[in-house]
């Protein structure tokens, strides 16, 4: 497995009482600093005040007044928890010895808020890890861990720089890709088997996947719209497909 690397410069930051003790309680990441706002519903808080105890060296309690004049555009809950570590990788460890894994790939998701909520989405449906561009994604910042809300933490998140190559080594090891395309050759997203080692690639909503990245693809796949919008936002067209990825593991089907 390649070694996982973290490009930030500086800490990244998690607000708010459920993302930070997650944090906390993984331990997966270096802590900096904890800023509570006195008076506050963190600062009340059994588990923070428990955790205090043990860290209070990283721990500082800050007036209302100078809280929220450093954190005035978070919705904080009264903390926030800033970090560093290895969050995202480069290269990917072999599957070869897997039956089942699920693998996500997004090309061209350049908002950080779809970003996020992906994360959250895939980790909620049991994907095993999400490739991404360097060159054709958004990076990896503050709103995309908070979006996650925590997902970031049981997430494999790797960065690469040629997807097509990526694909090559994996169809090695036994994997089929799918695209989630619009198009006269797709079929309806629940009609393809993602049972196995799949790959699913989606892109975003106004440029799609690329047309190189798409030509590695086994099947295409559309969800069709019955309203009057053109298609879903990507968020939600991830879930469809990843619940329906699941609900075939899940029953054999």
Not at 222 to 246: D, Q
């Amino acid at each position: 497995m390649g070694k996982p690397k973290n490009k930030a410069s500086k800490p990244f930051s998690i607000y708010g009482l459920n993302g930070a003790i997650e944090l906390l309680q993984s331990e997966k990441f270096q802590i900096e600093s904890i800023f509570i706002q006195e008076g506050s519903q963190a600062e009340r808080n059994k588990w923070i005040i428990d955790y205090k105890k043990k860290h209070d060296k990283k721990m500082s309690i800050l007036s209302k007044h100078v809280f929220k004049n450093q954190f005035s555009s978070k919705r904080t809950q009264g903390i926030v928890v800033q970090f560093s570590g290895d969050i995202i990788s480069e290269e990917l460890p072999s599957f070869s010895d897997e039956e089942t894994v699920c693998l996500l790939v997004l090309d061209q998701i350049e908002d950080p808020q779809n970003f996020g909520q992906i994360i959250r989405t895939a980790e909620c449906a049991g994907v095993d890890g999400i490739l991404f561009s360097k060159h054709h994604s958004a990076s990896i910042s503050d709103t995309v861990l908070q979006v996650s809300q925590g997902a970031f933490l049981n997430m494999p998140l790797y960065e690469v720089t040629n997807l097509n190559n990526e694909f090559y080594a994996l169809k090695e090891q036994g994997f089929w890709i799918a695209g989630l395309e619009n198009s006269i050759e797709a079929k309806s997203w629940h009609q393809i088997d993602y049972k196995g080692k799949i790959i699913i690639i989606v892109g975003s909503e106004g440029e799609g996947i690329r047309e190189k990245v798409l030509e590695a693809c086994d099947f295409k796949a559309t969800i069709p719209m019955m309203g009057k919008t053109n298609s879903l936002n990507v968020s939600a067209a991830v879930s469809a497909i990843l619940f329906e990825r699941l609900r075939q593991v899940e029953s054999g089907e």
